[in-house]
T-cell receptor, first 116, second 111 residues
Framework: GAVVSQHPSRVICKSGTSVKIECRSLDFQATTMFWYRQFPKQSLMLMATSNEGSKATYEQGVEKDKFLINHASLTLSTLTVTSAHPEDSSFYIC????????????FGSGTRLTVV | TQLLEQSPQFLSIQEGENLTVYCNSSSVFSSLQWYRQEPGEGPVLLVTVVTGGEVKKLKRLTFQFGDARKDSSLHITAAQTGDTGLYLC???????????FGQGTRLTINP
């Protein structure tokens, strides 16, 4: 299989604080992981591509200093939302690619971030 | 930037009816995938199509990839209330790893 675990599933934080979201590939190694953001009733928007051992590649319009990505091992990528504000409230989803797996992409179960 | 136009974005039909969802682009995709997403969860892969003209069936769902690999369709036969959900098409461009998503189709099957 190809299982991706994302944690936490829900988090509520105060405005101005930082929140870290973890994405783990449980039964395979992932040199590349992807972070998406999803607004209510909308599709997934790619935020960045996380590369193991190197800097993440951010999509246009995504603030790299706001959304810090670290991919320190072949099974873990983290997304830190720094100095969170209410407008950062959203559903964040990670995915990882497993070579040879049908379709190649497995998604985590998502993290609902609410900034109050 | 490769874009996927998915239609319709909302669809509400009665149980037992058939429906088709379309995913179109002006770009060529090396592969195209269909996902289903439940509220509060990540997308779950339904199928991947990679060959132009390819047709895949998954029980009552039929997926087709256009000959030119620029479009795809999802056809559901005799829809059931359990088919209710958000259906997403997504594709990877040639030589690219990242997955680009369509806008999604929110499907509601009424009993």
């Amino acid at each position: 299989g190809a299982v991706v675990s994302q944690h936490p599933s829900r988090v509520i934080c105060k405005s101005g604080t930082s929140v870290k979201i973890e994405c783990r590939s449980l039964d395979f190694q992932a040199t590349t992981m992807f972070w998406y953001r999803q607004f209510p009733k909308q599709s997934l928007m790619l935020m960045a591509t996380s590369n193991e051992g190197s800097k993440a590649t951010y999509e246009q319009g995504v603030e790299k200093d706001k959304f810090l990505i670290n991919h320190a091992s072949l099974t873990l990528s983290t997304l830190t939302v720094t100095s969170a504000h209410p407008e950062d409230s959203s559903f964040y989803i990670c995915s990882a690619s497993k070579t040879g797996f049908e379709g190649g992409y497995t998604f985590g179960s998502g993290t609902r971030l609410t900034v109050v | 930037t490769q874009l996927l136009e998915q239609s319709p974005q909302f669809l509400s039909i009665q149980e037992g009816e058939n429906l088709t969802v379309y995913c179109n682009s002006s770009s060529v995709f090396s592969s195209l995938q269909w996902y289903r997403q439940e509220p509060g969860e990540g997308p779950v892969l339904l199928v991947t199509v990679v060959t132009g003209g390819e047709v895949k069936k998954l029980k009552r769902l039929t997926f087709q990839f256009g000959d030119a690999r620029k479009d795809s369709s999802l056809h559901i036969t005799a829809a059931q209330t359990g088919d209710t959900g958000l259906y997403l098409c997504a594709g990877t461009g040639q030589g690219a790893q990242k997955l680009v998503f369509g806008q999604g189709t929110r499907l509601t099957i009424n009993p």
